[in-house]
């Protein structure tokens, strides 16, 4: 018996028969009751490892908002979440079917055992006492299903660990050998670090961070070094690479644990977006935001999962899996945040169209960081010069960075510059190195940099680009540089130079307070507005200052001016004899900058239409600015009747009378003086408690917030994979790489989980050799 017990392969395997078997993953189990296989049809050497998973998953219990009704002899029966708390161990609800099954019945139920719970599912919810039939007495099939899980989950009453009788010394030498491989695990996925080496034999100079960490851990502690390695018996070292990424698995579910936790049963938003991997994988990030028990909005990432179509339908279909492995609900989403895509905010067949059908409250937002980014595009694309003027200084970049050599003289010449100027101070953070920085395709923010540093490095980069047309190996090298130097040396190089930097200098301001995780929309939607308002201002105003700059600039570096009272010059060749009637100052103030200022202005409300929406001219309202100047119980109200989900009938009867007692309450109150927007408002209730005073405007307040502005946080999520799966990782599987991301990404509860959750969890995952 022993020896056969110690015959059974520790891989997971699954086929229907029992003599073929093939490789399955745990974490890839259907969560939802009505798309599992029977037990039955799993090989008998992988039955008790899926019996764990399912057990340390507990049961599938979504948290629907309200489930579907269904007619009985025309009364109106559904499922109620109140059976969850009263057969909470075993009872489980399928949403695709809605129906109710044991958890416990199929894992273990009886040959010809027949129940609606264990095969068809129940949906009989006029019938609430078949439940309790269900449980029977003692010797019911579902008690001693019951108790075989009890038993199963015991590890150390089994048989197999009755034959593996552990000494004390044994059990603690165990333990120190996981904890160490677990202390060990976290650190790496803090830092996003790779477990494994190239070559991890015995004689290879490096095995891996992993392995040598372990290794430099038992020679600073005796005890350590002991127990590890070569000191650690031959079946139980706790250094393999199916060991390390069960240990990971864990971290990553006790994060997610503490996600979940922090969310309750609450209303939540759903960010997504899709990316290519390293391996040319395409992953869907998806990350929630919600508002935590303090009133802080919070944006928490949740898992990446790798679609093979990036279709509406493909999508659609991944999340409803993952919220099924979560146990979550698409009726508790209240607002969806996409990009521009059409897969995702179509109006018909997008992502955004198919959960609005299921979940009309479900409001979508697009992204407002990509539309910002689409007004700078759209004014590049239409207007000929603005476009001209960025593609000349993309080939700048291109020539400039095109070898090290160009890229040294650029520094050397910095360096001479820095030396000459007795009145430069110099150290950590004063006057570094400075190089022509890359604008980035998707962040429009990022050519603000750009045009900075190419004024501040202005006379170096033409020296560089002296130094390509005298020196340069080719002669499309040389014309390139001696065509981009002659443009550089003109007015209106440097006239286009200036204007552009003042213009993203001044939408840069709002593109980086949108990429905050709890940017509140009423507050996004009021920086729009001052943005667009800022920009007005500069157009009435700021041609007279930005002359002035771009006269003093060419003064500095000798570039030839023109007299503003001359008659303007057409300077293409073909016009340039053809009289214009109009002087330099008209050509360059009416039908450059007003031009340019009218169609950003323009292109920025077209963009942001969302502030014209009513749904958030109900929820301004709620704003505390100006001592809740814009307060209006009517337009709250009209805001409760848009979330029909929220309010039930009774409760929209009672906030009438609420936001008038609540109105009356804060306004007197100091504590709720100067405030910014409805985020400070949602703390400062939680903090002087009048959320639980007024709960159904604290509601109003939650939704308001949980309404998404950006998707920054899944573009962060997506710089983390690159950093987590790289070049040198391109093989990680799929589970292996999510769970190290959902580790790196959210450290803040990656160093809150404590490592004896994490032992244990992985003692229960499948059947160990050696036991805690």
């Not at 007619?71 to 009872?91: C, H, I, P, T, V």
């Not at 209240?334 to 895509?341: E, I, K, S, V």
């Not at 000349?392 to 040294?408: M, P």
Request: proline residues 2%.
């Amino acid at each position: 018996m022993e020896k056969y017990y110690q015959s059974i392969p520790s891989n997971i395997e699954s086929s229907s028969s029992n003599t073929k078997s093939t490789k399955i993953d745990l974490n890839d189990l259907p969560s939802d009751p009505f798309e599992r296989k029977p037990i039955s049809s799993y090989h008998p050497t992988q039955k008790d490892d899926i019996r764990r998973a399912y057990l340390s998953k507990g049961p599938c219990q979504p948290k629907v908002k309200e489930f579907p009704q269904r007619d009985f002899s025309g009364k109106a029966r559904r499922f109620k979440k109140e059976w969850f708390q009263k057969y909470g161990n075993w009872l489980e609800y399928s949403v695709k079917a809605d129906k109710a099954y044991c958890l416990y019945c199929y894992l273990f139920s009886e040959i010809g055992q027949k129940d609606a719970f264990v095969s068809k599912g129940f949906n009989n919810w006029n019938m609430v006492q078949r439940f309790d039939t269900h449980v029977g007495d003692n010797n019911s099939c579902h008690n001693k299903a019951r108790k075989k899980a009890e038993n199963l989950v015991k590890e150390n009453r089994s048989i197999h660990a009755a034959f593996e009788r552990q000494t004390e010394k044994q059990k603690k030498e165990y333990r120190l050998r996981l904890s160490t491989s677990v202390k060990l695990t976290k650190a790496l996925l803090n830092g996003g670090l790779p477990f494994r080496g190239h070559d991890e034999s015995e004689t290879s100079l490096y095995r891996g961070h992993f392995l040598e960490l372990l290794k430099v851990m038992g020679e600073i502690n005796e005890e350590i070094g002991k127990v590890t390695l070569n000191n650690a018996p031959k079946n139980s070292q706790m250094t393999a690479p199916a060991i390390q990424k069960d240990i990971c698995y864990c971290f990553a579910q006790e994060v997610l644990k503490m996600i979940f936790e922090e969310l309750g049963d609450d209303v939540f938003s759903i960010l997504v977006d899709e990316s290519r991997d390293v391996s040319k994988k395409e992953q869907m990030a998806v990350v929630l935001r919600y508002v935590d028990k303090l009133g802080f909005v919070k944006e928490r990432f949740i898992g990446l999962v790798h679609v093979k179509e990036t279709t509406a339908l493909s999508l659609k279909h991944a999340i409803d899996e993952l919220f099924a492995h979560y146990n979550l609900s698409l009726d508790r989403v209240r607002g969806q945040g996409y990009d521009g895509a059409s897969n995702m905010s179509g109006e018909f067949n997008g992502l955004k169209a198919l959960i609005l059908k299921e979940n009309p409250s479900a409001y979508f937002v697009h992204c407002f960081a990509h539309q910002l980014q689409l007004v700078i595009v759209a004014l590049a694309s239409k207007h000929s010069e603005v476009f001209k003027f960025f593609e000349e200084i993309s080939n700048l970049l291109n020539v400039v960075g095109a070898s090290c050599k160009r890229i040294d003289l650029g520094r050397e010449k910095q360096r001479a510059k820095l030396d000459l100027d007795t009145g430069v101070e110099t150290g950590r953070g004063k006057n570094q190195e400075l190089s022509l920085a890359r604008a980035g395709d998707t962040r429009w923010g990022s050519h603000e940099k750009t045009l900075l540093r190419l004024i501040e490095l202005y006379p170096i980069i033409i020296e560089v680009l002296e130094y390509v047309e005298t020196s340069g190996s080719d002669g499309a090298s040389k014309s390139q540089a001696d065509g981009l130097q002659v443009y550089m040396e003109t007015f209106n190089f440097i006239y286009y130079l200036h204007l552009m930097k003042n213009i993203l200098g001044i939408t840069n301001k709002l593109s980086e307070a949108l990429q905050r995780k709890d940017q509140d929309i009423l507050n996004a939607v009021g920086m729009v507005k001052s943005t667009k308002k800022e920009l007005q201002t500069y157009r009435l105003d700021g041609f007279k200052s930005l002359l002035e700059d771009v006269i003093s600039f060419c003064g500095k570096y000798e570039i030839e001016t023109v007299n503003m009272e001359d008659e303007y010059v057409d300077p293409r060749p073909r016009h340039r004899r053809r009289k214009t009637n109009i002087t330099n100052r008209h050509h360059y103030e009416v039908n450059i900058f007003n031009t340019i200022m009218d169609m950003q202005i323009q292109e920025l409300g077209n963009r942001f239409n969302e502030v014209t929406t009513e749904l958030l001219t109900f929820m301004n309202s709620l704003s505390p600015c100006r001592n809740f100047s814009a307060f209006n119980i009517q337009n709250l109200l009209k805001l409760a009747e848009m979330y029909p989900n929220d309010f039930d009938f009774d409760e929209k009867d009672k906030l009438k009378y609420e936001l008038g007692n609540y109105i009356a309450n804060v306004k007197d109150d100091t504590r709720f003086v100067d405030m910014n927007g409805v985020s400070d408002l949602a703390k400062t209730m939680v903090e002087t408690r009048k959320h639980i005073d007024y709960p159904l405007v604290y509601r109003l307040l939650k939704l308001a917030l949980v309404l998404p502005v950006a998707t920054a946080s899944v573009e962060r999520s997506f710089s983390s994979m690159k950093h987590v799966k790289t070049d040198l990782r391109n093989r990680m599987g799929d589970g292996y790489t999510n769970d190290s991301c959902i580790c790196y990404i959210e450290k803040e509860f990656l160093q809150k989980v404590s490592e004896e959750d994490v032992m244990q969890r992985f003692q229960k995952m499948k059947t160990r050799r050696e036991q805690l």
